[in-house]
Nanobody, 120 residues
Framework: VQLQASGGGLVQTGGSLRLSCAAS????????MGWFRQAPGKERESVAT????????YYPDSTKGRFTISRDNAKNTVYLQMNNLKPDDTAVYYC??????????????WGQGTLVTVSS
């Protein structure tokens, strides 16, 4: 599966952004999807994961209550709604797809990344 992420940009603290990730192929609904981020000098970390059906989502404590992942299998697209953004959320955000949960970083397919910058 090929992935194309979009929607990043510059936002002030407390603002919101919605990221989108469009997938190619007709097997999108067989993939679990996730959003990850990587800030300069830091390791890539998961910010949200969603199962094949879209009914079950997982969040780390750092994004729980502020980020919402969703998917539209008819449109082959996964979204990340980010609210109450903080400067610490500044990073390049990547979408990923894997047939397994949790997503396997070394196996998953990755999008190209979209930059989110949160100003203080």
């Amino acid at each position: 599966v090929q992935l194309q992420a979009s929607g990043g940009g510059l936002v002030q603290t407390g603002g919101s952004l919605r990221l989108s990730c469009a997938a190619s192929g007709r097997t999108f609904s067989t993939y679990a999807m996730g959003w990850f981020r990587q800030a300069p000098g830091k390791e890539r970390e998961s910010v949200a994961t969603i199962d094949w059906s879209g009914r079950v989502a997982y969040y780390p404590d750092s994004t729980k209550g502020r980020f919402t992942i969703s998917r539209d299998n008819a449109k082959n697209t996964v979204y990340l709604q980010m609210n109450n953004l903080k400067p610490d959320d500044t990073a390049v955000y990547y979408c990923a797809a894997d047939t397994s949960l949790p997503l396997r970083l070394g196996v998953a397919s990755w999008g190209q990344g979209t930059l989110v910058t949160v100003s203080s």
